[in-house]
């Protein structure tokens, strides 16, 4: 077990404007004991929501950060973020919240980066735990029973934008794949990762499916081009036998932290790291 508790993540400073499945806010604790020594270059492969290196740059434990992302929505999000935050903005203002605007706004066709950017925003507001794969549903009842946008907060997601506005010459976005990321930057001295791959497949529940387009990882290979590196990295993972026999095989240590989902269910993740730290 993790010497440091996963955090609540109502007390913690919300920094991404996405309510991203699978997302680490719970992790923020561990993530300024591993940079406590702060670092150059922060690499997220496997961005996401982009907690981790919101939090690294806007905290100053990292100089820079870059994050990488393949899901073109997700992509579509972060360029929009980083670079037309005035145009989000005021599209945030005059977006009138209803069940069809936003179903409006899904079945239209995203003629430009801008476009599609906002209606990830949109849609990850508004569908169940912010998933955004396939098949997904829209929120029904939602928080005090307001329905689908519920979780539509204008002044807030304005105030996480200017924020990310603010930093944007800290932040850089590249579209692309993270193992292949992870290889190429591996060995650059000064930088550190942070990597949160898709769940693992083969444990029978098949989350990774469920919640990303992109799910299919070579997990092994990550723990390969760590161990072959003396890259400094902090990696999430669930905790299921497949990874268990990763870290054993490579001689990585982990630690256990019991988070809570938004079901409000406790389950075990680990924490992954090449040297003893928690």
């Given at each position: 077990m993790?010497s440091?508790l996963?955090?609540?993540?109502?007390?913690?400073?919300q920094?991404?404007?996405?309510r991203?499945?699978g997302?680490?806010?719970?992790?923020?604790?561990h993530?300024?004991?591993?940079?406590?020594s702060?670092v150059?270059?922060?690499v997220?492969?496997?961005?996401?929501?982009g907690i981790?290196?919101?939090?690294?740059?806007m905290?100053n434990?990292?100089?820079?950060?870059?994050?990488?992302?393949?899901?073109?929505?997700?992509?579509?999000?972060?360029?929009?973020?980083?670079?037309?935050?005035e145009?989000?903005?005021?599209?945030?203002?005059?977006?009138?919240?209803?069940?069809?605007g936003?179903e409006?706004?899904a079945l239209?066709f995203p003629e430009t980066v801008?476009d599609?950017?906002?209606r990830t925003?949109?849609?990850n507001?508004?569908r169940?735990?912010?998933?955004?794969a396939?098949?997904?549903s829209y929120?029904?009842?939602?928080e005090n029973?307001?329905?689908i946008?519920?979780?539509w907060?204008?002044?807030t997601?304005?105030l996480?934008?200017?924020?990310?506005?603010?930093h944007?010459d800290?932040?850089r976005?590249?579209?692309?794949?993270?193992?292949?990321?992870?290889e190429?930057?591996?060995?650059?001295?000064g930088?550190?990762?942070f990597i949160?791959?898709?769940?693992t497949?083969?444990d029978?529940?098949?989350?990774?499916?469920?919640?990303y387009?992109?799910?299919?990882v070579?997990?092994?290979?990550?723990?390969?081009v760590l161990?072959?590196?003396?890259?400094?990295?902090?990696?999430?993972?669930?905790?299921?036998?497949?990874?268990?026999?990763?870290v054993?095989?490579?001689?990585f240590?982990?630690?256990s932290v019991e988070?809570k989902?938004t079901?409000?269910?406790?389950?075990?993740?680990?924490?992954?790291t090449?040297d003893k730290?928690?």
């Amino acid at each position: 077990m993790s010497s440091i508790l996963a955090a609540n993540v109502s007390c913690v400073k919300q920094r991404s404007p996405l309510r991203y499945p699978g997302g680490k806010t719970w992790l923020v604790p561990h993530i300024k004991e591993w940079l406590k020594s702060p670092v150059d270059l922060l690499v997220e492969p496997f961005a996401g929501g982009g907690i981790v290196s919101l939090t690294a740059v806007m905290d100053n434990l990292a100089q820079r950060a870059i994050m990488v992302e393949l899901d073109r929505d997700i992509s579509s999000f972060w360029r929009t973020a980083l670079e037309y935050p005035e145009e989000i903005i005021q599209r945030i203002r005059t977006f009138t919240p209803t069940r069809a605007g936003v179903e409006r706004i899904a079945l239209k066709f995203p003629e430009t980066v801008q476009d599609q950017g906002f209606r990830t925003l949109v849609l990850n507001r508004t569908r169940r735990g912010g998933i955004l794969a396939s098949g997904s549903s829209y929120i029904r009842k939602g928080e005090n029973n307001g329905g689908i946008c519920s979780r539509w907060y204008p002044d807030t997601l304005i105030l996480r934008f200017e924020a990310i506005a603010e930093h944007c010459d800290r932040l850089r976005f590249y579209e692309g794949d993270g193992l292949q990321t992870l290889e190429s930057r591996c060995s650059h001295e000064g930088v550190a990762f942070f990597i949160d791959p898709p769940y693992t497949t083969n444990d029978g529940k098949r989350a990774g499916a469920r919640l990303y387009t992109h799910h299919r990882v070579d997990h092994e290979r990550i723990f390969s081009v760590l161990a072959d590196s003396n890259a400094n990295f902090l990696m999430t993972y669930d905790c299921s036998p497949e990874v268990r026999k990763l870290v054993k095989r490579y001689d990585f240590d982990a630690v256990s932290v019991e988070m809570k989902t938004t079901n409000h269910q406790r389950i075990p993740e680990l924490v992954i790291t090449r040297d003893k730290l928690f």
